[in-house]
């Protein structure tokens, strides 16, 4: 069986051996630090070396990030992957006190910003954010879903440093979980048109109506009949917190929820007989 290697560094340099449906292929993508790699069963040079498509059991590496996908094309002298199919795009630097992956449809991977955006095609795209460690010193599993989900690891700029810190934004309509076990069972989730993971500090930040209809929006619960702004509940047993905002800050770690501008609170408990 032949193998299929291509060294690329801005621009196609080579190629050795002839790709088939079953063959083995890899790129090494020479960017700044860290260096890409994509392996996949099958892989064909486009446009005179502009671009490469890779199918079948696809693998993109860079650094702390991994993308897997049945379908991927590199563009813009390999600035840009975009992928189909099964999506899933996984972020963790060592030293990361939690880690990101996110599920869709169709992907791009940004090379020079090391960021990842996930879209779902008629539902929703998923993430992520897990403790590493011990969870209950990170305020436990957090899920996203949205339309569009992005991994990056600076706001703007390219990157210098694999260690930079880690971001997330979602929009177009998100619905945020949070499930603790320990110190007590609680269950926190929020509702807005588009949110803000800022890594450093470990806080979500939300803001908008949520007019999304994704898989699990509804919650536990279920919705109120109206919003006019962002909406969170946090279930704690038999007692539940209902509050809105038109900016609200969820803190995992810290198990803290504030709101600003427009602050609405309704409290219920179950009184013990």
Do not use: C
Request: aromatic share 8%.
């Amino acid at each position: 069986m032949t193998r299929a290697r291509v060294w690329a560094v801005g621009a196609i340099l080579g190629v050795a051996g002839v790709t088939r449906a079953a063959d083995s292929a890899a790129v090494n993508a020479s960017t700044a630090a860290p260096k890409t790699v994509i392996t996949s069963r099958s892989a064909r040079v486009l446009g005179k070396g502009r671009t490469v498509e890779f199918t079948g059991d696809v693998v993109l590496v860079r650094g702390a990030d991994t993308m897997w996908a049945d379908r991927l094309v590199t563009e813009d002298n390999n600035a840009f992957a975009r992928a189909w199919g099964n999506v899933v795009f996984r972020r963790q630097s060592e030293g990361d006190l939690v880690r990101w992956e996110s599920w869709g449809d169709r992907a791009v991977y940004d090379t020079r910003l090391a960021s990842g955006t996930v879209w779902g095609d008629g539902k929703s795209a998923r993430a992520r954010r897990t403790p590493v460690g011990d969870p209950t010193l990170r305020g436990g599993v957090v899920d996203v879903e949205a339309p569009v989900i992005t991994l990056a690891r600076t706001a703007t700029g390219p990157v210098v440093s694999d260690g930079a810190a880690g971001l997330a934004q979602a929009r177009g309509g998100v619905y945020i979980k949070s499930v603790e076990s320990t110190p007590t069972a609680r269950v926190t989730e929020l509702w807005s048109e588009r949110a803000d993971y800022n890594g450093p500090e470990d806080r979500f930040e939300v803001e908008g109506v949520f007019l999304g209809k994704w898989e699990s929006a509804e919650g536990e619960e279920g919705l109120p009949p109206t919003l006019d702004r962002s909406y969170a509940r946090q279930s704690q047993g038999r007692d539940q917190r209902e509050l809105e905002g038109e900016r609200i800050v969820f803190h995992p770690a810290a198990r803290r929820v504030v709101v600003e501008r427009r602050a609405k609170a309704f409290i219920r408990f179950e009184q013990i007989k």
